[in-house]
């Protein structure tokens, strides 16, 4: 096990929606991710969270709105979602802050489907 | 920006034959990672080079670092069916930022 874990693994939902995923890590690291995982793309990095703040959102659209409410949890939350939003949502965490220079855990993944 | 190329997209191999995936980045990179994620799976760290030159082994898999910190490979030797998963390599600029990732070389390997 990774010490990651996501809930839910799978969410269908409309565009209308609104909807949280969530994430906990129990490695005791300082930073925290949301990657996008689409078919035939690298993975997308979406937001960084380190100690708590966040320190990089790579313009991704006001409909995904991120929580990091202690340095264990992490959320997205989502509204008004679009069918090219369907993907596989991966969480993770490294031990330090500085994201790229640590190893990182990842989560199972929430498989999303927006109808 | 930064970009991580990857090749080839996909590869597969008999059983007991040799892998290799390349990585490439555009610019000088502080350190790169390999992962390798399982159908249906996640993403699992394999290692990370810093060094320039650097070469590491684990088991039948080798990892090389280029000279110039701008592009690495991934060398399975003799591959089992359990190597089968997609590789990614994920590449770090300048101190500080977030790692990019490649989009992966998909093996699939058949007894």
């Known amino acids: 096990e990774t010490g990651v874990t996501q809930t839910p693994r799978h969410l269908v939902m409309g565009m209308t929606n609104k909807k949280s995923l969530k994430c906990e890590q129990h490695l005791g690291h300082n930073a925290m991710y949301w990657y996008k995982q689409s078919a035939k793309k690298p993975l997308e990095l979406m937001f960084v969270y380190s100690l708590e703040e966040r320190v990089e959102n790579n313009s991704v659209p006001s409909r995904f709105s991120p929580e990091c409410p202690n340095s264990s949890h992490l959320f997205l939350h989502l509204h008004t979602l679009q069918p090219e939003d369907s993907a596989l949502y991966l969480c993770a965490s490294s031990q330090g802050p500085s994201g790229g220079a640590y190893e990182q855990f990842f989560g199972p993944g929430t498989r999303l489907t927006v109808l | 920006g930064q970009q991580v190329m990857q090749i080839p997209q996909y590869q597969h191999v008999q059983e007991g034959e040799d892998f290799t995936t390349y990585c490439n980045s555009s610019t000088t990179l502080s350190n790169i990672q390999w992962y390798k994620q399982r159908p249906g799976g996640h993403p699992v760290f394999l290692i990370q080079?810093?060094?320039?030159?650097e070469v590491k082994k684990q088991k039948r898999l080798t990892f090389q670092f280029g000279e110039a910190k701008k592009n690495s490979s991934l060398h399975i030797t003799a591959t089992q069916t359990t190597d089968v998963g997609t590789y990614f390599c994920a590449g770090r600029g300048q101190a500080g930022t977030a790692l990019i990732f490649g989009k992966g070389t998909t093996l699939s390997v058949s007894s």
């Open positions: 080079l810093v060094k320039s030159g």
